[in-house]
């Protein structure tokens, strides 16, 4: 920030990052000094991640703070989930025009929301002015050999989302009035667009048991896609066994359906494999732990997707060399 909100600046790391954040006994030195002093695991690894939401590229203009904040730090948790990691500290660089307390407040309180629910600490950060740009990096830990990757499917391997895929898509949509949905089934839309929650839980139960794993940012297709190119395998899709909403299923023409379940980010789902010898054990975990997770198909080794139920063309998404 400039001179002239330099105090503004301080006062607002004190009272709205340092005061708000929870205390964890491996943070020797949080906010405050010219770098965090933490102290790591021996055991483990630790795992960094990081995502920037841009106004106007990342979320639209008119979305309130509390969302902003909530969904800024629930993006970092999915790719934190994806690796199997535990959730510990989080650092924000926040880029705001000026300083508007009543946005602050908001922001911090979606932010924090989701940090203390994950036991995550603010360890330190940047304030600058400019375009409302929010940058965290995630941290956390995870076993050795235990990191969940997109390497490491192999032909046989089983394949698996969690959660109902498309309606962070549709979303989109209703919040653009492209797509008017009933009162009540366009809110649950819009809550899975701006409040994904991260499946940082299933993403630590895999641990040992899914040979790969990805969060669905981009879309399952896209994703997914990722997973088959580090591992140098293929994949056979059964597009009706996709984990569909209600809300979906009611509001939406079977073909509007596929396109958002197969190709519409923010999900924030997990796409993980699991070889055969793993998949009854993964069963039983999923239901001890009441975690919903469907089986959409199988890893091959002939390279490229095939998608079996689904007649209709992605192309104008560009994956026409899916079908
Ligand atoms: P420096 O000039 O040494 O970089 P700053 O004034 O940028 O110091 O930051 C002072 C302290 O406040 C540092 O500990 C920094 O990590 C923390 N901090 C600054 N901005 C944020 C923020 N947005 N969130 C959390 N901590 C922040
Ligand atoms: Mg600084």
């Known amino acids: 920030m400039n001179k002239n909100s330099k105090m503004g600046e301080f006062s607002l790391i004190e009272n709205y990052f340092k005061q708000k954040t929870i205390a964890r006994s491996d943070v020797v030195m949080g906010i405050g000094d010219d770098g965090a002093l933490l102290k790591a695991p021996k055991e483990q690894l630790l795992v960094f991640s990081m995502d920037s939401l841009v106004e106007g590229v ?5 979305i309130n703070a509390y969302d902003i904040g909530f969904k800024s730090l629930a993006v970092n948790l999915s ?3 994806a690796m199997g990691a535990e959730p510990a500290w989080l650092t924000l660089a926040l880029t705001m025009p000026s300083i508007d307390i009543n946005w602050i407040n908001g922001f911090t ?17 940047d304030t600058t002015r400019g375009s409302l740009t929010i940058t965290i990096q995630a941290h956390g830990f995870v076993p050795p050999q235990q990191a969940l990757c997109r390497q490491g499917a192999k032909a046989g391997d089983k394949i698996y989302v969690s959660g109902t895929l498309g309606d962070a898509g549709l979303g989109l949509k209703a919040a653009l009035g492209t797509f008017v949905l009933p009162e009540e089934a366009h809110q649950y839309v819009l809550q899975r667009l701006h409040r994904p929650i991260p499946q940082i839980k299933l993403g630590m139960l895999l641990r040992g048991l899914a040979s790969s794993a990805i969060d669905i940012s981009d879309g399952l297709l896209a994703d997914l896609g990722h997973i088959l190119e580090a591992s140098c395998v293929g994949a056979e899709i059964w597009t009706e066994q996709i984990p569909l909403s209600r809300v979906l299923k009611e509001h939406c023409t079977q073909n509007e359906t596929m396109k958002l379940a197969l190709t519409a980010g923010d999900d924030y789902e997990l796409c993980f494999t699991v070889p055969p010898q793993e998949e009854s054990k993964l069963v039983a975990r999923l239901k001890e732990e009441q975690i919903s997770c469907c089986c959409i198909g199988e890893i091959k080794e002939s390279l490229g997707m095939h998608l079996l139920g689904y007649s209709g063309s992605l192309s104008e998404y560009g994956f026409q060399h899916f079908v």
Do not use: R, V
Not at 109 to 125: K, P, R, V
């Open 58 to 62: 990342h979320f639209l203009p008119k």
């Open 79 to 81: 790719d934190l989930a």
């Open 109 to 125: 309180e979606g932010l924090f929301f989701l940090a203390n629910q994950f036991n995550m600490q603010l360890i330190g950060g």
